[in-house]
T-cell receptor, first 113, second 112 residues
Framework: DAGVIQSPRHEVTEMGQEVTLRCKPISGHNSLFWYRQTMMRGLELLIYFNNNVPIDDSGMPEDRFSAKMPNASFSTLKIQPSEPRDSAVYFC???????????FGDGTRLSIL | DQQVKQNSPSLSVQEGRISILNCDYTNSMFDYFLWYKKYPAEGPTFLISISSIKDKNEDGRFTVFLNKSAKHLSLHIVPSQPGDSAVYFCAAMVSSGSRLTFGEGTQLTVNP
């Protein structure tokens, strides 16, 4: 079974540039989660979707961050403009509704210079 | 406000011995708890979970204990193996919702 697929695995870009992270959830999973992992704050939830609808975006740090889920098999997390403090590992996870564990992708390591 | 805390950043044990990883939480609404294991350059992988209606759940070498009155849970690995060396995250949620709250993680090193 294919797991959660994230791309790119690594991204290095200059501050001010737009960054787009991509996620393909496990087929049949109808909840999708975006996390950010940093040394200072650990693993923190940014936003999650149920059935392609954003349910809770209270973890999105500021208006520079946006996330979309145009269909059940694809989601994007966009940062525009990017700043050095956005450097982190970004994880996507998915699950079926009803208490199943979340399954994580291998993350995108983002470096903003 | 850190609602889930893992106070030990690291733990080192000998192969074959028991590893005990600890986790405390403050939110009394949490009723479902999970442990994830994470290797470098990979995402966290689900290990074991426990509902608040239980105080113990066992899966092979892994056992999770829950003490609701103390708001404390622990993960026991017996016997520990070098392949268990990883970062272990404790996570908690309200089962009627979807949001997982993670602890900071504990780096476990099992020495041959």
């Amino acid at each position: 079974d294919a797991g959660v697929i994230q791309s790119p695995r690594h991204e290095v870009t200059e501050m001010g540039q737009e960054v787009t992270l991509r996620c393909k959830p496990i087929s049949g999973h109808n909840s999708l989660f975006w996390y950010r992992q940093t040394m200072m704050r650990g693993l923190e939830l940014l936003i999650y979707f149920n059935n392609n609808v954003p349910i809770d975006d209270s973890g999105m740090p500021e208006d520079r961050f946006s996330a979309k889920m145009p269909n059940a098999s694809f989601s994007t997390l966009k940062i525009q403009p990017s700043e050095p403090r956005d450097s982190a590992v970004y994880f996507c996870a998915s699950r079926t509704q009803g208490g199943q564990p979340q399954h994580f992708g291998d993350g995108t390591r983002l470096s903003i210079l | 406000d850190q609602q889930v805390k893992q106070n030990s950043p690291s733990l080192s044990v000998q192969e074959g011995r028991i590893s005990i990883l600890n986790c405390d939480y403050t939110n009394s609404m949490f009723d479902y708890f999970l442990w994830y294991k994470k290797y470098p350059a990979e995402g966290p992988t689900f290990l074991i979970s426990i509902s608040s209606i239980k105080d113990k759940n066992e899966d092979g070498r892994f056992t999770v204990f829950l003490n609701k009155s103390a708001k404390h849970l622990s993960l026991h690995i017996v016997p520990s193996q070098p392949g268990d060396s990883a970062v272990y995250f404790c996570a908690a949620m309200v089962s009627s919702g979807s949001r997982l709250t993670f602890g900071e993680g504990t780096q476990l090193t099992v020495n041959p």
